[in-house]
């Protein structure tokens, strides 16, 4: 089992920046894969980004390209999201997600563990 606990959202404005965390543990994280997903009010849950393993290899959705980073820190067991230029589109629950294999995919039905989320809210 595997318990992910994400942190970092919150309220800015259109043009902010904001970094989310998640905090992995329960086995080995730098074995797998890692994603991040967000679903705003009334839309399905949707690809942002993802890493792989090493961090070798990253993979972003369109909407997110070249405004979001997702990186790694296998040391310390936690990937990061890095959102610069937010835009109120970007309002969503942000979840962290795992695979159980080592190459990063960005359907949701490749991961099998999930954090809980946190809001992000951008106010034009």
């Known amino acids: 089992q595997v318990q992910l606990v994400e942190s970092g959202g919150g309220l800015v404005q259109a043009g902010d920046s904001l970094r989310l965390s998640c905090a992995a543990s329960?086995?080995?994280?730098?074995?797998?894969?890692m994603g991040w997903f967000r679903q705003a009010p009334g839309k399905e849950r949707e690809f942002a980004a993802g890493?792989?393993?090493?961090?070798?290899?990253?993979i972003y959705a369109d909407s997110v390209k070249g405004r979001f980073t997702i990186s790694r820190d296998n040391a310390k067991n936690t990937v990061y999201l890095q959102m610069n230029s937010l835009k109120p589109e970007d309002t969503a629950v942000y979840y962290c997600?795992?695979?159980?294999?080592?190459?990063?995919?960005?359907?949701?039905?490749?991961?099998?563990?999930w954090g809980q989320g946190t809001q992000v809210t951008v106010s034009s």
């Open positions: 997600a795992s695979r159980t294999s080592l190459n990063v995919v960005d359907t949701s039905g490749g991961y099998a563990y």
């Open positions: 329960g086995r080995t994280f730098a074995n797998y894969a």
């Open positions: 890493i792989s393993w090493s961090g070798g290899r990253t």
